[in-house]
C-alpha cells in the first residue's frame, strides 16, 4: 500500500505543544534562579546557614536518641551541664559553670550559672536539673526504657534495677544542685557533656507528656514534646521538621545565655546520599555537607571549599574470635596477624586525609594513652615465624566483614577487607571472606552468634574517657572476641575505671594499654580516621569537633 | 461490567492476603533485624533484651503473625520503626513525591513516545525510523543509574542549570496542601513555589521516562506497522477515504490496544525505576522510603505496607487497562 503522506496535523500540535512546555519549565527555571538570594537579601547580618547531614534525625527529646543525626539539631537547642572547648574533647563549663566531685567519687556538686531560660521562658535552675535526673532514673516502661541508650550504660539502670548508678538529686539552693551516686562512676564527669544528657525544660515536658512512649504493633511513638516541642536551653529555638522535603529548621534564640547565634536561621536538610550531598555544595544550594567521600575531600578542596578535619576521635579494629578456631587463643598467632598487616599502606592508600596508624584503642588526646606500647611493625617474616613457632602453619580463618554501610571510622569496609585480607594472605595465612549487610546480618552475627574468626569493626569516642574506648571493647566478656578466659584482662580494666583519683587513672589505663597489646592482643588496632565537614568559602567560624559535636552558633556567612 | 469488577476486587483481596503472608514471612527470614538497627552500636544486653520485649520479638512467629493480620484486617499498619509515626502517614507523605514523578515521567514517555512511534512506522525503513530504533535501543538498555547520574553531573555540575536533588528548593516555604507540590503551588497561588517543583522535576522525570518512552515508541511503531498492513486499511484506502480519517478512525484507533497494555504495565514498573530515580536525586518518595525501610534496620511495618501498596496499585491498574480496551475497541467484551 502507499503510505499515506505527511504527518497529521494533530501531531505537529503534539511537537508543537511539547515546545511550549518546554519554554513555560525554562521560564520556570528563571523564575528560580531570580529566587535563590531571596532569603539573604533582608537579613544581610545573620542570613541562613543550610547545612547537609546524612540522615533523618529520630526525635528531639535527648534522652530517647544514640545517633549523631538526632544529636545535630538537638545539641544547637540544648545545652547540657558540662560541654566539651570547641574543637577538643577537653571538658568545660556548660549550664554548670563550675562542678566539685567528693574523694568518694560518688557526689558531684553542680554550680549553676544564674538568669539561664528555656525556651518557654521558665528558669533553669537547680530543681529542673534535678527534674530531669529524676525523669530519666524513674522512667516507666520497656518500650521507653529500650530507647535510653545511652542511660542504660551510663547509669546502669533505673529505678529498682540493682545495677543503677543513680541515687538522688537535691536542688541545695536555687543554683547549686548535688547529684549523688549509688557508686563511683569512670565515666564522669565527661558523661555529662553527652548530648543524651541535655537539660530539657520540665514544664515543657509536662505540657507535652515527654514520657509517654506509645507502642503500636511493631514499633514505639514518641510524645509531643519529642516530635514538635522540643525545649531546651541552647543558641537555637525549634522551628519545624518538614519530613517531605527532609528540612530541620532552627531559629536564633533572641535570649541565649552566652554569646548569641550570629545567623538568624540553620536549615539542616537530609540528603543522605555522599555524591549528592556534593553535588548540592557544589550548586550552591547548601553551605556545608558533612561526611564527603573520602576520595572527594581533595578535589573539593582544590575547587576551593574549606575542608574541615575533625581531631581523630575513633578506631578500627581488626577483631580476632578466640572461641572458633583454637590457634587463635594462642597469643603467638594473634601477634603474627598484626606482624602480618601493613598498616601505614592501608592508611595511605585507603584511610581517609588525616588518618593516622593506631598502635592502640584509644586516640592520643585520651587520658591513659601509652606512648610506649609495642607497636608490631610490619613484618612478614616475623608473622611467619611466629605462626611455625604456634604450629598454625596453614591457618584458615573466616573474616566477615560488613556491606551496606559507611561508618566515620570506617568509610570503605569492602576496600579495607580486601587490603588486610591480602596481607594475611601473603604472610601464609588463608582467609575466606564472608560479606554480610551491616543491618542485615553482620552485627548479628559478629556481636551476637560470634561466627567470625576475624572481623573489622570500630568506635567513635562520646567522650573523653579511657573506659569508653577500651572499657566498651574487653572490660567484660563479649561475644565478639570469645575471650571469656581472658579474666586478668577484664579485672585490670574494672581496676582502672574504678580509680577515682585522675593521675592514678592514668597510670593504670596506660598500663592496660601496654598489656593490650603486649600480652592481651584480643584485637588488632588499625587506624584513627578523622571524619571531615566541607563547607563553601563563605562560611566562617564552624569549628569541627572531635566528637562531630559542632554547635552552630559561632557560624556566620560572609558574602 | 459490575459482576467483572466485583469478582476482580475479591481476586484482589485474596491476592492481597496470599500476599501479605508471604511477606511476613519472607521479611522475618531475612538475616539481620530491627532491634540492631534501632540500638547502633552503644546498646547493653539488656537494653537490648528490653526491646525484643517490647517489640514482641520473643514471641512465637506465629502470635506475631496472627497480632499482624488482625492488625492489617483492621486497617492498622502499625508504626514505622525507624520514625515511630504511623506508617498511614509516612507513606501518604512519600506516595504523592512518587506519583508526582511517575505522573510527569508518564506524560514525557506516552506524549513523545506515541506521536514518535506514530511517525518512525510512518516512516519505515526510512532515517527518522532508524534514528528512532538505534536510539530508543540505547534508552531501553541505559540503566537509569547511570543514566540519572550522567544527566546530573552534565545539567548540575558542568552547567550549573538543574538543582541537583530535592522536590522544591531548600527553605521555600510552600503550604503542603496535597503533597503533590506542583499542584499545591497552583492551589494555593504560590506560583513560584509552584515553578520551582516543576524545575526540580524535570531531570528526574526526564531519567525515569526514557525506559518507559522507549518501549511506547518501540510498540507503537510495530502495532502501527501491523495495522497499516491490514487489509480494511487497504479497503479504506482504495475506496478514497481521507488520509486522515484513515489514520485516525483505523490505523490509530487499532494500533492502540497493545500500546494501552504497555502504557498499563510500565505504569507499574515505573515504581521499581522510582527506587533509583529517588535514589539518584534525593527525591524522598516511595521509591527512597523502600530503599530506606531496608538498608535503614528491616522497618518491617512500612515494608509490609508498601508492598501491599505496590500491588494494589500494579492490580488496579490492570484492571484500568482490560475496562480500557472496550472502550478503545468496541468489539471486546469485558467478561
Not at chain 1, 19 to 38: L, P
Not at chain 1, 526 to 536: E, F, G, L, R, S
Request: one cysteine or more; charged letters at 20%.
Amino acid at each position: 500500500m502507499r503510505a499515506p503522506g505527511r504527518p497529521a496535523f494533530r501531531f505537529r500540535a503534539v511537537i508543537a505543544a511539547g515546545v511550549v512546555a518546554a519554554m513555560t519549565i525554562g521560564a520556570a527555571g528563571c523564575a528560580e534562579s531570580d529566587r535563590g538570594t531571596g532569603d539573604d537579601e533582608g537579613n544581610a547580618a545573620g542570613g541562613t546557614f543550610v547545612f547537609a547531614g546524612a540522615g533523618d534525625p529520630k526525635n528531639f527529646d535527648p534522652i530517647f536518641n544514640d545517633d549523631g543525626e538526632s544529636f545535630r539539631p538537638i545539641r544547637q537547642m540544648y545545652d547540657t551541664l558540662v560541654t566539651h572547648k570547641p574543637g577538643t574533647a577537653e571538658l568545660e563549663g556548660g549550664l554548670a559553670e563550675s562542678w566539685t566531685n567528693d574523694p568518694t567519687g560518688k557526689v558531684w556538686t553542680f554550680k549553676l550559672r544564674q538568669g539561664v531560660k528555656f525556651h518557654d521562658g521558665t528558669a533553669l535552675d537547680a530543681a529542673a536539673v534535678c527534674a530531669n535526673f529524676d525523669r530519666w532514673y524513674n522512667m516507666k516502661g520497656e518500650a521507653a526504657q529500650s530507647q535510653m541508650i545511652y542511660y542504660a550504660d551510663v547509669f546502669g539502670g533505673f529505678a529498682g534495677s540493682p545495677d543503677a548508678v543513680y541515687d538522688n538529686c537535691k536542688a541545695q539552693d536555687a543554683s547549686t544542685a548535688v547529684l549523688t551516686l549509688k557508686k563511683y562512676k569512670g565515666a564522669f564527669p565527661g558523661a555529662f557533656a553527652l548530648t543524651a544528657f541535655s537539660i530539657a525544660s520540665p514544664a515543657a515536658m509536662k505540657q507535652y507528656d515527654a514520657d509517654t512512649v506509645t507502642q503500636n504493633g511493631d514499633s514505639f511513638s514518641y510524645s509531643a514534646f519529642a516530635n514538635e516541642h522540643p525545649t531546651g536551653t541552647g543558641p537555637f529555638t525549634f522551628g519545624g521538621w518538614n519530613k517531605a522535603t527532609g528540612e530541620i529548621t532552627l531559629a536564633k534564640n533572641p535570649d541565649y545565655w552566652d554569646e548569641k547565634a550570629k545567623v538568624d536561621k540553620v536549615i539542616i536538610k537530609v540528603i543522605k546520599d555522599e555524591n549528592t550531598r556534593k553535588q548540592e555544595l557544589r550548586a550552591g544550594t547548601v553551605q556545608a555537607i558533612d561526611f564527603p567521600a573520602p576520595a572527594d575531600r581533595k578535589a573539593l578542596a582544590d575547587e576551593g571549599y574549606a575542608v574541615l578535619e575533625r581531631p581523630a576521635f575513633n578506631i578500627l579494629y581488626l577483631g580476632i574470635n578466640q572461641k572458633n578456631n583454637p590457634k587463635l587463643k594462642d597469643l603467638r598467632v594473634r601477634q603474627a596477624i598484626a606482624y602480618a598487616l601493613n598498616r601505614p599502606q592501608l592508611v595511605q592508600t585507603k584511610g581517609p586525609g588525616g588518618s593516622v596508624v593506631a598502635d592502640q584503642f584509644l586516640p592520643e588526646t585520651v587520658l591513659g594513652y601509652a606512648p610506649d606500647v609495642q607497636k608490631y611493625e610490619y613484618s612478614v617474616d616475623k608473622a611467619k615465624q611466629l605462626l611455625s613457632e604456634a604450629g598454625a602453619t596453614g591457618l584458615t580463618l573466616n573474616f566477615y566483614y560488613p556491606t551496606e554501610v559507611s561508618r566515620p571510622y570506617m568509610p570503605n569496609p569492602q576496600e579495607i577487607f580486601t587490603v588486610l585480607a591480602n596481607d594475611l594472605q601473603a604472610a601464609g595465612i588463608k582467609v575466606t571472606g564472608v560479606p554480610r549487610p551491616w543491618n542485615g546480618g553482620f552485627k548479628d552475627d559478629v556481636q551476637q552468634f560470634g561466627k567470625q574468626d576475624l572481623h573489622i569493626l570500630g568506635w567513635t569516642g562520646d567522650y573523653n574517657d579511657p573506659g569508653n574506648f577500651v572499657g566498651t571493647f574487653f572490660g567484660r566478656p563479649k561475644v565478639e572476641f570469645g575471650a571469656d578466659a581472658m579474666t586478668e584482662m577484664f579485672d585490670a580494666i574494672g581496676k582502672a575505671d574504678a580509680t577515682v583519683e585522675p593521675e592514678a587513672k592514668r597510670t593504670a589505663f596506660e598500663q592496660v594499654n601496654r598489656d593490650l597489646a603486649a600480652k592481651w592482643l584480643p584485637a588488632v588496632p588499625i587506624w584513627h580516621a578523622p571524619p571531615a565537614i566541607v563547607t563553601t568559602k563563605n562560611v566562617q567560624g564552624l569549628v569541627p569537633s572531635p566528637l562531630t559535636a559542632e554547635e552552630f552558633d559561632t557560624v556566620s556567612l560572609t558574602k | 461490567m459490575v459482576r467483572v469488577v466485583s469478582r476482580r476486587l475479591v481476586q484482589l483481596g485474596v491476592t492481597l492476603i496470599a500476599l501479605m503472608t508471604l511477606v511476613f514471612f519472607w521479611l522475618r527470614s531475612l538475616p539481620g533485624g530491627p532491634v540492631d538497627a534501632l540500638l547502633g552500636e552503644r546498646a547493653t544486653p539488656q537494653t537490648r533484651e528490653l526491646l525484643i520485649q517490647a517489640l514482641g520479638y520473643d514471641q512465637p512467629i506465629w502470635v506475631q503473625y496472627g497480632r499482624f493480620l488482625k492488625n492489617v484486617v483492621t486497617g492498622n499498619f502499625g508504626n514505622s520503626i525507624r520514625t515511630g509515626e504511623p506508617v498511614t502517614d509516612v507513606i501518604s507523605r512519600a506516595f504523592p513525591a512518587t506519583v508526582e514523578l511517575a505522573v510527569a515521567a508518564i506524560i514525557i514517555a506516552v506524549g513523545l513516545g506515541i506521536p514518535l512511534g506514530y511517525l518512525a512506522a510512518r516512516h519505515r525503513g526510512r532515517l527518522l525510523d532508524n534514528a528512532t530504533i538505534i536510539v530508543t535501543l540505547i534508552g531501553i538498555s541505559i540503566p537509569i543509574f547511570f543514566l540519572g547520574y550522567l544527566l546530573k553531573d552534565w545539567l548540575t555540575q558542568d552547567i550549573h542549570f538543574f538543582p541537583p536533588s530535592g522536590r522544591i528548593s531548600t527553605g521555600t516555604d510552600n503550604t503542603d496542601v496535597t503533597g503533590f507540590f506542583v499542584l499545591d503551588g497552583l492551589l494555593t497561588r504560590e506560583f513560584d513555589a509552584s515553578a520551582d517543583a516543576l524545575w526540580h522535576l524535570v531531570l528526574p522525570a526526564v531519567t525515569l521516562a526514557t525506559i518507559p518512552l522507549a518501549i511506547i515508541v518501540r510498540i507503537t511503531r510495530a502495532s502501527v506497522l501491523d495495522v497499516l498492513d491490514e487489509d480494511y486499511v487497504r479497503t479504506a484506502d482504495a475506496k478514497g477515504l481521507r488520509d486522515a480519517t484513515i489514520r485516525k478512525r483505523h490505523v490509530l484507533r487499532n494500533a492502540m490496544l497493545p500500546v494501552v497494555t504497555t502504557v498499563g504495565l510500565q505504569t507499574g514498573a515505573l515504581l521499581a525505576g522510582a527506587v533509583l530515580t529517588e535514589k539518584v536525586y534525593n527525591w524522598g518518595g516511595l521509591g527512597t522510603l523502600i530503599t530506606d525501610s531496608i538498608s535503614g534496620g528491616r522497618d518491617y511495618p512500612v515494608l509490609q505496607a508498601l508492598i501491599l501498596l505496590a500491588a494494589v496499585v500494579f492490580i488496579v491498574v490492570n484492571l484500568l487497562v482490560d475496562l480500557s480496551y472496550a472502550v478503545i475497541d468496541p468489539r471486546v467484551r469485558v467478561q
